[in-house]
């Protein structure tokens, strides 16, 4: 059996330009569709790119926006991605709460699931599945919190809705915002209750020390040599993020060309290794009992100078504040 390569997309509008009074039309254009005036580098562009390579992209999208500015702005989410085919999955940035005009949790607030009751959590959870659904999604069969900022009881609320597969565990983030027992060697699809849990994927880059497999965060050699040493290690997936927004320069106001590289890169990797196969959520096999989790790739001192020379180069080109002309 190949390695199920999942390319995951959190599709979100930003908080922090809610708060700074950006309007939803410019957060959109910034954070979902990458408009900038050289062109536009959000999700279609990353769709352009998954068609060209037969990659089937899984966008986690965050309804939230839509306490604040209506279901439309859900609307206006989804409908590109279900236009081309790809997976729709549900997402959570519960900071948006901050401006909601109705609240499913009388008001409360937390800047993750994880800081909500088990009774908050459904609540949230359920408004954002029903959201999804009602702007013309399928009804979603997996869930990523933002933040990664899940716990235990995130699993449980999950389990009560009728949800079967959370990606909220990254061991980046464990211990500062999530809050889901895993061991952080947990690297394979591992069952808890009825939900699958699949941990994001990574490598080592020093030792005892991971580094998570998002586009942002390793470079090209890094992730195609993650991918390739997951092949021999018989993993039965590796599971990849980025973000919607993830093309651009921090301040979104230009493509960052290295990141772009990357991701172009990796598609072309998952489409000439015959022992990778593109998967998205509904396609994919549920674990048949317990395993030992498969082994990360190791650390390489070259690899990981390598990519920090890139990323010197990469902030330097395409970080720093150009003057206007």
């Not at 309804?63 to 989410?77: D, E, N, S, T, W």
């Not at 499913?104 to 599945?129: C, H, K, M, T, Y």
């Not at 106001?253 to 772009?260: A, F, G, K, S, Y």
């Not at 172009?264 to 994919?284: K, M, N, Q, V």
Request: net charge neutral; glycine share 10%.
């Amino acid at each position: 059996m190949g390695v199920a390569a999942l390319v995951t997309i959190d599709t979100e509008l930003s908080a922090g330009q809610q708060a700074r009074g950006l309007s939803v039309d410019d957060n959109l254009r910034q954070s979902v569709l990458g408009e900038t005036a050289t062109g536009a580098f959000g999700i279609g562009w990353q769709m352009d790119r998954f068609d060209r390579h037969g990659v089937r992209g899984v966008f986690f999208v965050d309804p939230m926006p839509g306490l604040v500015h209506g279901p439309q702005i859900v609307a206006r989410m989804i409908e590109p991605i279900l236009a081309r085919g790809h997976e729709v999955q549900l997402h959570i940035h519960s900071e948006w709460l901050e401006w909601a005009k109705d609240s499913p949790v009388e008001g409360r607030r937390g800047r993750n699931i994880g800081d909500f009751s088990l009774p908050d959590q459904i609540a949230l959870i359920g408004w954002a599945r029903d959201a999804l659904v009602q702007a013309g999604a399928p009804a979603p069969i997996a869930f990523r919190a933002g933040n990664f900022g899940a716990d235990d009881r995130t699993l449980a609320a999950l389990e009560a809705l009728g949800l079967g597969w959370d990606s909220s565990f990254n061991p980046d983030y464990a211990g500062r915002g999530c809050g889901i027992s895993l061991p952080s060697q947990a690297a394979d699809p591992v069952a808890v209750g009825s939900i699958v849990e699949i941990p994001v994927s990574g490598i080592e880059d020093r030792p005892g020390h991971f580094r998570p497999a998002q586009i942002c965060a390793l470079s090209a050699r890094e992730m195609s040599a993650a991918l390739d040493h997951a092949c021999r290690s018989d993993a039965p997936l590796f599971m990849i993020v980025t973000h919607s927004f993830e093309m651009l320069s921090r301040d979104r106001r230009r493509p960052n060309r290295m990141v772009m590289r990357r991701l172009e890169s990796l598609c072309r990797h998952i489409a000439r290794e015959a022992r990778i196969e593109s998967h998205g959520f509904a396609t994919l096999a549920k674990p048949q009992g317990p395993r030992a989790s498969s082994p990360r790739l190791g650390p390489s001192r070259v690899r990981t100078a390598l990519r920090m020379a890139e990323q010197v180069i990469g902030t330097w080109r395409y970080e720093r504040r150009l003057r206007p002309v």
